[in-house]
């Protein structure tokens, strides 16, 4: 089990509350995850575009200029479709994993948001106080989580 929530199961607060820090976390990993994925399919989506912008201005240059003998080439050759379907599908990809990242930012956002007017209106200034900040360091420096403030 993680450190982070072997912590927050030791801390002096409600089960909700420890419920609710869970789940800001798991939000906050699953969000990474999109972004990661997003990123690999980004610098393969640039790879296949570079491949397939080389790729035409080759054919052009050895067809003399002659677009229809490019296309011709293309329409004959099963590999140049095959990459064509490769680039295309990967565009697509990468848009639905963008939809999916956005979706899971905006989730974790607004759990973020209420974790901190939740953590803000029910502490006191006492030990409470310096538990709220213990906490908040300890999610920030291990998950990069702020619940310190909302915006």
């Given at each position: 089990?993680?450190?982070?929530?072997?912590?927050?199961?030791?801390?002096?607060?409600?089960?909700?509350?420890?419920?609710?820090?869970?789940?800001?976390?798991?939000?906050?990993?699953?969000?990474?995850?999109?972004?990661?994925?997003?990123?690999?399919?980004?610098?393969?989506?640039?790879?296949?575009?570079?491949?397939?912008?080389?790729?035409?201005?080759?054919?052009?240059?050895?067809?003399?200029?002659n677009m229809m003998d490019v296309l011709?080439?293309?329409?004959?050759?099963?590999?140049?479709?095959?990459?064509?379907?490769?680039?295309?599908?990967?565009?697509?990809?990468?848009?639905?994993?963008?939809?999916?990242?956005?979706?899971?930012?905006?989730?974790?956002?607004?759990?973020?948001?209420?974790?901190?007017?939740?953590?803000?209106?029910?502490?006191?200034?006492?030990?409470?106080?310096?538990?709220?900040?213990?906490?908040?360091?300890?999610?920030?420096?291990?998950?990069?989580?702020?619940?310190?403030?909302?915006?």
């Amino acid at each position: 089990m993680d450190e982070t929530i072997q912590w927050i199961d030791r801390m002096a607060v409600a089960e909700d509350t420890k419920r609710m820090l869970k789940e800001l976390i798991a939000r906050k990993e699953k969000e990474r995850y999109y972004k990661a994925r997003l990123v690999y399919v980004t610098i393969v989506n640039a790879c296949v575009t570079a491949t397939i912008a080389l790729w035409l201005f080759k054919l052009q240059s050895d067809a003399g200029g002659n677009m229809m003998d490019v296309l011709d080439y293309f329409a004959q050759s099963k590999a140049s479709v095959l990459f064509v379907l490769v680039g295309i599908s990967t565009f697509i990809y990468a848009g639905s994993l963008s939809k999916q990242h956005k979706k899971q930012k905006d989730k974790y956002e607004n759990l973020r948001e209420e974790v901190t007017r939740r953590l803000s209106a029910t502490w006191k200034i006492n030990d409470d106080s310096k538990l709220k900040d213990a906490l908040a360091e300890k999610l920030k420096s291990a998950k990069d989580i702020n619940i310190r403030y909302i915006k």
